[in-house]
């Protein structure tokens, strides 16, 4: 059973920064993608941020040049690093990571950490 735990949510004032981190108890150097979800109060969960296997990584258009994603395969953990935090990136944020098994790709979810922005 594979089993990701995220870490770092919390309560910031605008303009604040947060580091997230997402532990995973698979060795993470074979994932195919691996993410950073979230959901706002009332929305469907949507993508912030990914990287692949390669190290290409992608961003919504609302958080690009303020996040960014990044990963250390020696210590299985997966970060987002988020500057100048506005409101409306309140939400509860996911970590995602794919693994191959077999002949599918895999996902699997942490349980969120909550990520709150006043004003």
């Known amino acids: 059973q594979v089993r990701l735990v995220e870490s770092g949510g919390g309560s910031v004032q605008a303009g604040g920064p947060l580091t997230l981190s997402c532990g995973s108890s698979?060795?993470?150097?074979?994932?195919?993608?691996r993410g950073w979800y979230r959901q706002p109060p009332g929305e469907q969960r949507g993508a912030v941020a990914t990287i692949t296997h390669g190290g290409t990584t992608n961003y919504v258009d609302a958080v690009k040049g303020r996040f960014t994603i990044s990963r250390d395969n020696s210590n299985n953990t997966l970060y987002l690093q988020m500057n100048d935090l506005k409101p409306e990136d309140t939400a509860i944020y996911f970590c995602n990571v794919n693994w191959r098994e077999d002949v599918r790709i895999q996902p699997y979810w942490g349980q969120g950490t909550q990520v709150t922005v006043s004003e």
């Open positions: 698979r060795s993470t150097g074979s994932a195919i993608v």
